[in-house]
């Protein structure tokens, strides 16, 4: 009975201590005037406040995201869509008077590159950028393919297991 009591004692200690030990996205802070990059998530602060959810929308869709909904949040407004290849790209806001935080992430594990495409789009259409044009950003065109995943010059399974194939039954990995 007393074993009993100290293993769901240490259970609930366990499970109520799980997810405090690693930290939230939401602790990301940029360097001034720069994109950060950590954990799947670039964040950057801008200086536009209540126009950067026009700005994300606009950038997002430049860089080929499409479907994209705005959703209110708790502590402030996101905007989900998909990407041409088909990953989920979200983009959180958190306003603050005349700043704006804003953290973007792509697929699961997060495009660093694209994420990245996206704020320096929002910041190249910022008005104290000078609007449109203001930095050459790359633009995904329409229709373009996805990314491989894998190169095409990688060594096949086959040439790479070759040795192994040939050589026979062994009851140990080692020689």
Request: aromatic content about 4%.
């Amino acid at each position: 009975m007393n074993t009993q009591i100290h293993r769901f004692a240490l259970l609930t200690l366990l499970a109520a201590a799980g997810c405090s030990t690693v930290g939230p996205y939401s602790r990301i802070v940029p360097s001034a005037g720069g994109t950060d990059y950590r954990g799947g998530t670039a964040a950057r602060v801008f200086e536009t406040g209540s126009e950067t959810i026009v700005l994300a929308r606009k950038a997002m869709e430049d860089t080929g995201v499409h479907s994209i909904q705005e959703l209110h949040q708790r502590d402030g407004i996101a905007l989900e869509g998909r990407t041409a290849d088909d990953r989920r790209a979200f983009l959180t806001t958190r306003i603050q008077g005349s700043r704006a935080m804003v953290t973007a992430k792509i697929g699961i594990v997060g495009d660093e590159a694209l994420s990245r495409a996206i704020l320096d789009r929002m910041a190249a259409l910022a008005p104290d950028r000078g609007g449109e044009g203001a930095a050459p950003v790359p633009i995904i065109e329409e229709g373009a393919k996805p990314r491989a995943r894998l190169s095409r010059d990688a060594v096949s399974d086959e040439s790479m297991l070759r040795n192994q194939a040939d050589a026979g039954y062994r009851d140990s990995p080692i020689p």
